[in-house]
């Protein structure tokens, strides 16, 4: 984890207005927002996460564990949060209602180079929420995935926010990672 000397730094790099600072120190200083719950298909639990120094909580082991793994194997990533606190998005309704609502994002990720909230969904999921509501969610000419009401509101602030499917997943390396586990936790 960055301190709090390294963090200022960090901010200072991306010349973040005071709102975006304080907003990423909240989530930074914040519990999880809430904590998770398997369902009918989902495997959750918690991952002990070495980068982090503290356990992290995933709702399904096939989309967001797998997610968790490469951010805790990847160099570029300093921090991640799970569950940060909620956010309030708009969008407009096909009807052109505007409608308003709170949204917990899965993960909120601090990188080298960037920052933003992360929403991980399985890709069949995400293919039928393009069907029901293309308004918020479609597969951009970039071929990634986006969430629109959170892309905007993001937006605001200089940060990002992104979504992850497990369309993504190199599941050999998810495997090699599970099987090298321990070695990584290894310290002399």
Not at 46 to 74: A, C, N, W
Not at 101 to 118: E, Q, R
């Amino acid at each position: 984890m960055l301190s709090d000397d390294k963090f200022s730094q960090w901010c200072t790099g991306f010349n973040l207005s005071q709102e975006s600072i304080q907003i990423i120190k909240n989530i930074r200083n914040s519990e999880p927002s809430r904590r998770v719950g398997g369902g009918k298909r989902n495997v959750s639990g918690r991952y002990p996460s070495q980068k982090m120094g503290l356990t992290i909580q995933f709702e399904s082991h096939k989309v967001e564990l797998p997610f968790i793994y490469q951010l805790e194997h990847d160099d570029d990533v300093l921090e991640y949060y799970d569950q940060p606190p909620s956010l309030k998005l708009n969008y407009e309704s096909k009807t052109g209602r505007s409608i308003g609502y709170y949204y917990t994002p899965d993960f909120f990720v601090i990188k080298k180079d960037s920052a933003g909230w992360w929403e991980c969904k399985p890709e069949a999921k995400l293919q039928e929420l393009a069907e029901k509501k293309p308004e918020q969610y479609f597969l951009g000419d970039d071929n990634e995935w986006h969430y629109l009401p959170g892309e905007t509101y993001a937006s605001t602030l200089g940060i990002d926010f992104r979504v992850w499917s497990n369309a993504s997943i190199n599941w050999t390396l998810q495997q090699n990672l599970e099987f090298l586990e321990d070695y990584f936790r290894y310290d002399d």
